[in-house]
């Protein structure tokens, strides 16, 4: 029987859940076990995995569910049929549940019946605090509990922020870093130099304090918000929006993120240059940033559509009521090739 480093109980086989199981099945040295309480999670694993996993192996259904059935002979992949199965000899817990506090708060109370004392204690959550989950278990889970926030898909986005709470213990926060830093990219990627990807993949950041959102989510909602303002007030149409950011700020954000942009765009004189140069106009804008409650969908006037039905109605309109499979894989080997390009830049 092969003697794994890691052993990793995945709670929650859903959009995250999978794309994570293929991300942990590219460490050699882990394996993974999955729980999720949905009756039909064991053909959702054998239809979706195959997709997901490198690009090596054929997605041809017959080969694909040799590869899923080789995965579980050889223990690699053990699809639990309850919790307690799932965690109780896991060296490591993960959990991609449903992004409500107190379902993710009753999940580590009963996480922490059946697991090992000195598991690792891993949330995908994208927004709810580590302090916050832990809230109602002892200080020993708090010490062990950490967000791993992943961006969608985490089988090929490079950012995993690490969000530890105030009690959570350094050395687990060095682990989780580690952990994800050593995890491989997938392999045989369009454009990439080389069939094995030795370049590192992933780029978990510490973040030094708990936000609500975190910060990737925050500068995202952030956007979404002046984005959905501006198109239900009428100024520009949701696939028009697109096409501004993927035409410009996209391009350019895969290569200098947003300090490194303005500092160029500084001139001599760098981002303080900048700031200082386009004060007044940032300062206008600033001032009149839309301002849209997500909760009514309304924005004051109650007599224009609401800029949420103007949204989804454009967005429908534009890209059909919601993404193919097709369009995801269409799309996913375009995000492949941004990242693999990233990666030849950043070795270079
Ligand atoms: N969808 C996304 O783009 C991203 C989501 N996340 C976070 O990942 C987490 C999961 O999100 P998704 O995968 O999108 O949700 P999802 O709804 O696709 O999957 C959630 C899964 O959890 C299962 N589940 C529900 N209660 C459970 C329990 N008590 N124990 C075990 N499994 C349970 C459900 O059956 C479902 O399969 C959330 O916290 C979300 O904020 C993080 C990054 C990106
Ligand atoms: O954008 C992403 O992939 C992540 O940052 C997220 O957390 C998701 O968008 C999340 O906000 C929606 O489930």
């Not at 309480?37 to 192996?57: G, H, K, N």
């Not at 690792?120 to 926030?149: N, T």
């Not at 992933?202 to 708990?210: M, Q």
């Not at 429908?316 to 369009?327: D, F, I, L, V």
Request: proline residues 6%; glycine residues 8%; hydrophobic residues 35%.
């Amino acid at each position: 029987m092969t003697e794994y480093t890691h052993h990793i109980a995945l709670v929650g086989a859903g959009t995250i859940g999978l794309s994570m199981l293929a991300l942990h099945l590219r460490r050699p040295d882990t394996k993974v076990t999955v729980y999720d309480p949905r009756p039909d999670y064991e053909s959702l694993v054998r239809a979706q995995l195959p997709a997901f996993l490198d690009s090596t192996l054929s997605t041809s259904r017959e080969v694909s569910q040799n590869v899923i059935n080789d995965l579980i002979a050889s223990s690699r992949l053990t699809l639990a049929p309850s919790l307690q199965d799932a965690v109780q000899s896991a060296t490591i817990i993960q959990e991609q549940t449903p992004e409500k506090l107190d379902s993710k708060q009753a999940l580590w109370k009963e996480v922490v019946r059946f697991a090992d004392r000195e598991a690792h204690l891993w949330s995908s959550s994208s927004g709810i605090a580590a302090s916050k989950q832990a809230a109602e278990c002892d200080d020993h889970v708090a010490e062990r509990l950490v967000v791993a926030h992943p961006f969608n898909p985490p089988h090929l986005m490079p950012l995993v922020e690490i969000v530890p709470g105030p009690q959570t213990k350094p050395e687990r926060v060095e682990f989780v870093k580690t952990y994800f830093e050593d995890v491989p990219g997938p392999s045989h990627l369009p454009g990439s130099r080389n069939s094995q990807d030795r370049v590192q993949h992933y780029r978990p950041i510490i973040l030094h304090k708990e936000v609500p959102g975190f910060v990737g989510n925050r500068l995202a909602f952030a956007l979404l918000r002046e984005a959905c303002y501006l198109v239900g007030e009428g100024v520009v149409s949701a696939r028009d929006l697109d096409s501004i950011v993927t035409a410009s700020l996209g391009p350019r954000w895969a290569g200098s993120g947003v300090f490194e942009s303005y500092h160029a765009g500084g001139g001599e004189g760098g981002i303080g240059g900048f700031l200082d140069k386009l004060a007044p106009t940032v300062k206008d804008v600033w001032g009149q940033l839309g301002r849209v409650d997500i909760q009514t969908g309304g924005q004051g006037d109650d007599e224009k559509e609401k800029w949420r039905e103007v949204v989804v109605r454009q967005t429908e309109e534009a890209y059909g009521p919601n993404t193919s499979e097709e369009t995801r894989l269409r799309k996913e080997v375009m995000l492949r090739g941004v990242i693999e390009m990233q990666k030849q830049c950043w070795s270079a």
